[in-house]
């Protein structure tokens, strides 16, 4: 049964700050929560795989981690681990007890996991890390996935929420180090 209004009726209140200042609701329609979902499913990579376990520690109040996230696991049959206001380097031992192999996170979460001695070994079973919200500075981005073959992607869009943007592609190789970035 398709939604009422063509897929035009409020399906959900999301918050944010866009690129800085207060929280405020943006609201997002079926069709562009769905769109959202869509996108992140047609990515040059594969972004979450049925055998994927994504390590959830976004907000679902945020269209990161509602549609670009959970939307994505959801549409794949993947599994998701939900995290509920914890401590991000808390969680840095979810992803090997959890055997995750996906984790969105913002430039934040990665800096903090940078900054543990333990972050390359608990790390070690990733096939594909995101960074969004801003740019992934690059020492962070060495330090956290240098030591494995993965990609690494970073997904910094416009303020509209119901956007995503794939903006490179970084995939670093475990035995030369090289990096390539895709456009």
């Known amino acids: 049964v398709p939604p009422p209004e063509g897929g035009e009726s409020l399906a959900v209140v999301i918050y944010?700050?866009?690129t800085?200042?207060?929280?405020?609701?943006a609201m997002l329609t079926h069709r562009a929560l769905i769109a959202n979902v869509e996108q992140v499913a047609s990515?040059?990579?594969s972004v979450v795989d049925t055998d994927d376990v994504?390590?959830?520690?976004l907000p679902l109040t945020h269209v990161y981690g509602l549609a670009g996230t959970l939307g994505a696991v959801a549409r794949a049959?993947?599994?998701?681990?939900?995290?509920?206001?914890?401590?991000?380097?808390?969680?840095?031992?979810?992803?090997p007890q959890y055997g995750i192999t996906n984790v969105p996170g913002a430039p934040a979460l990665?800096?903090?996991?940078?900054?543990?001695s333990d972050a390359v070994d608990m790390l070690d079973g990733l096939r594909i890390a995101f960074s969004g919200s801003a740019a992934l500075p690059p020492e962070v981005q060495h330090r956290v996935h240098m030591p494995r073959d993965m990609d690494v992607v970073g997904d910094v869009g416009p303020?509209?929420?119901?956007?995503?943007v794939f903006e490179k592609v970084f995939h670093i190789d475990r035995v030369t180090g090289a990096?390539?970035?895709e456009a």
Do not use: C, F, N, Y
Request: glycine share 10%; no cysteine; charged share 20%.
């Open 20 to 25: 800085g200042g207060d929280a405020k609701g």
């Open 159 to 164: 303020d509209e929420p119901e956007a995503t």
């Open 16 to 18: 944010t700050s866009g």
């Open 54 to 57: 994504v390590l959830v520690l």
């Open 43 to 45: 990515a040059q990579i």
């Open 110 to 116: 990665w800096a903090a996991w940078a900054a543990s």
């Open 77 to 95: 049959a993947a599994t998701a681990v939900l995290v509920d206001g914890v401590d991000v380097v808390r969680a840095l031992p979810l992803v």
């Open 179 to 181: 990096e390539v970035v």
